[in-house]
Antibody, heavy 126, light 108 residues
């Protein structure tokens, strides 16, 4: 059974950098893509970006300049860093496994998030 | 284009059928996936690749696409289906992922 668990600080100051880690269990992190998604209180979901174990990453263009993701295969973990924080970055942050694959017999790429962590609440405030 | 439009709220009588829609240009090129989110919980994948259900998702949930509109249909809605539903797809580059604004489903 694949499980994901987010960890990191619940409170960070404006202008500082947020660092979150997602620990994966039940599957090797090397075999999949991994994503971060966030959700401000009472609002919708925003995809932040994804990473593969080779280091290949793609980020939401609206956040691209402030976001960095990394993978630690020895710990089966992947991480998110968001710099230059403002109150607008206050949200629940989720990590998720992102399937990016060609289904058997298909001529298209599937792309969806099939397993999610429970989320971690991050507040940006002085 | 990176915009998916959903109705903010939809209601359905218990046991009836409801369709939740998601409109966007990228849906002409890429399949949608759908996520159910109940209060205080993480999103749960209910439909992927337009019309496929993950293991454990009841068969009253189904998906379809016509042109630039993807639909999630719940046939015989149950009280436990009351939740927010989000569609998800890729932008026209095929690289970046984005979500619709979400639809709050109320089961009356």
């Amino acid at each position: 059974q694949v499980q994901l668990q987010e960890s990191g600080p619940g409170l960070v100051k404006p202008s500082e950098t947020l660092s979150l880690t997602c620990t994966v269990s039940g599957v090797s992190i090397s075999d999949y893509f991994w994503s971060w998604i966030r959700q401000p209180a009472g609002k919708g979901l925003e995809w932040i970006g994804r990473i593969f174990t080779t280091g290949t990453s793609s980020y939401n263009p609206s956040l691209n300049s402030r976001v960095t993701m990394s993978v630690d295969t020895s710990k089966n973990q992947f991480s998110l860093r968001v710099s230059s924080l403002t109150a607008a970055d206050t949200a629940i942050y989720y990590c998720a496994r992102q399937i990016v694959a060609v289904p058997p017999g298909a001529n298209y790429y599937s792309m969806y998030m099939d397993v999610w962590g429970k989320g971690i609440t991050v507040t940006v405030s002085s | 284009s990176s915009e998916l439009t959903q109705d903010p709220a939809v209601s359905v009588a218990l046991g009836q059928t409801v369709r939740i829609t998601c409109q966007g240009d990228s849906l002409r090129s890429y399949y949608a996936s759908w996520y159910q989110q109940k209060p205080g919980q993480a999103p749960l994948l209910v439909i992927y690749d337009k019309d496929k259900r993950p293991s454990g998702i009841p068969d009253r949930f189904s998906g379809s696409t016509s042109g630039d509109t993807a639909s999630l249909t719940i046939t015989g809605a149950q009280a436990e289906d009351e939740a927010d539903y989000y569609c998800n797809s890729r932008d026209t580059s095929g690289i970046h992922v984005f979500f619709g604004g979400g639809t709050k489903l109320t089961v009356l």
